[in-house]
């Protein structure tokens, strides 16, 4: 499987952009998908799941309330709304396809998209 990650970019403090992520094959569809984020010098960590059927959802407590996951399993897609972008939301931001349909972790997350860079200035 195959992941295109986009919609990264330079924005504004305050500001809002939307990630994308594309699977290659529509089996991703019983797959729990997220999303992680590496900071320049930082550890990769969590940032949302969302279970195979899209409506159960798991947030880190850095972005709850700012951050909207969700998917399209109609476009094998899983989506990333971030509103309320803070410069520490700097990022490449990485998809994930777990091995569980329940939730993406760092354990489960068993396909890697190649990341999308979101610069956040103040």
């Known amino acids: 499987v195959q992941l295109q990650a986009s919609g990264g970019g330079l924005v504004q403090a305050g500001d809002s952009l939307r990630l994308s992520c594309a699977a290659s094959?529509?089996?991703?569809?019983?797959?729990?998908m997220g999303w992680f984020r590496q900071a320049p010098g930082k550890e990769r960590e969590f940032v949302a799941s969302?279970?195979?059927?899209?409506?159960?959802?798991t947030y880190a407590d850095s972005v709850k309330g700012r951050f909207t996951i969700s998917r399209d399993n109609a476009k094998n897609t899983v989506y990333l709304q971030m509103n309320s972008l803070k410069p520490e939301d700097t990022a490449i931001y990485y998809c994930a396809v777990s091995r569980s349909s329940a939730v993406v972790t760092s354990t489960t997350a068993h396909y890697w998209g190649q990341g999308t860079l979101v610069t956040v200035s103040s």
């Open positions: 094959q529509r089996t991703v569809s019983n797959n729990a």
């Open positions: 969302v279970n195979w059927k899209g409506g159960g959802t």
